[in-house]
């Protein structure tokens, strides 16, 4: 009798997650190279450092816009490459999958989208057709998963993306409208939350290392890049401070890793604001 109830106890902790082991958060990008330069990479490492068990899930068309996302989801046309890092960290990518089939896959706690590049700070365009996107996937997706948006980067001063020119090639003007949007994104109604990743890049950039984060001009550098993404990333997800996280990937440096570390943190705190780094 006393080893039964024993097992009783153990399974009802268990359920509650009273022996230390947290639930999975999960998370679910509809997607571009953008997201997979934030999520896809040192983000799963961050978490684990700090004993958080994820999955995270990348629907990947390069360049997608949300329009496209929209008419995608409206067509259920399975034209995505969906990346997986599934708890345990083992990496899947399949190719030819829709975003229903995408939102049926998990339990997902958050969803994400984001618009591409070249818009990402052109409100009217964004509004053309991010309700009806909302709308539909808040009509396929787990109950309680909660919609996000991702708010991306200004491109490098000198970069050569033609979309450069809708901010007359202007890094602080891109910059300004992204801003004004993630403000709008977080005053509706539609969103949990915004990820400052943009805010995030352009306090690095303030730092010694300059405007060096990206590899060709708008996709993210590779290392301490995308590290400030995945930080930002890290804090919004779990409300923890990254500088407190002891992950720094191993082709960064120390002052590399404290730079997109703090640079994260502080676009968490000030979201809408550029602060400086002092390293």
């Not at 969103?191 to 400052?196: E, T």
């Not at 730092?207 to 550098?221: C, K, V």
């Not at 890049?225 to 500088?243: P, S, V």
């Amino acid at each position: 009798m006393r080893a039964k109830l024993s097992l009783i106890i153990v399974f009802f902790c268990l359920s509650l997650n009273l022996l230390g082991q947290e639930k999975a958060i999960k998370i679910l990008a509809i997607g571009n190279s953008f997201s997979e330069d934030a999520i896809e990479n040192y983000l799963y490492d961050l978490a684990k450092e700090a004993n958080q068990p994820m999955v995270i899930g990348n629907l990947y068309i390069g360049g997608a816009s949300i329009e496209l996302h929209t008419n995608n989801i409206k067509d259920n046309k399975a034209t995505y490459s969906y990346r997986k890092i599934t708890e345990d960290g083992k990496k899947t990518k399949t190719d030819k999958v829709s975003i229903a089939n995408a939102l049926k896959d998990e339990d997902w706690d958050y969803i994400s989208v984001q618009q591409a590049s070249p818009y990402s700070g052109q409100y009217e365009v964004i509004m053309s057709k991010l309700p009806t996107l909302v709308n539909q996937v808040n009509a396929m997706k787990p109950l309680n998963a909660k919609l996000i948006y991702h708010q991306t980067w200004a491109y490098q001063g000198d970069s050569p993306h033609k979309g450069f020119a809708n901010y007359d090639n202007d890094q602080i003007k891109m910059f300004d409208a992204i801003n004004a949007v993630s403000k709008k994104m977080d005053k509706s109604k539609m969103f949990a939350f915004v990820v400052p990743s943009g805010t995030a890049i352009q306090n690095a950039r303030t730092s010694t290392l300059g405007d060096t984060f990206t590899r060709d001009g708008y996709h993210l550098n590779l290392d301490y890049g995308r590290f400030t993404a995945a930080c930002t990333w890290y804090e919004k997800l779990f409300g923890l401070d990254a500088r407190k996280n002891e992950f720094i990937p191993s082709k960064l440096t120390e002052s590399q890793g404290k730079i997109a570390k703090e640079a994260a943190h502080k676009a968490v705190k000030k979201p809408h604001k550029i602060s400086k780094i002092n390293l």
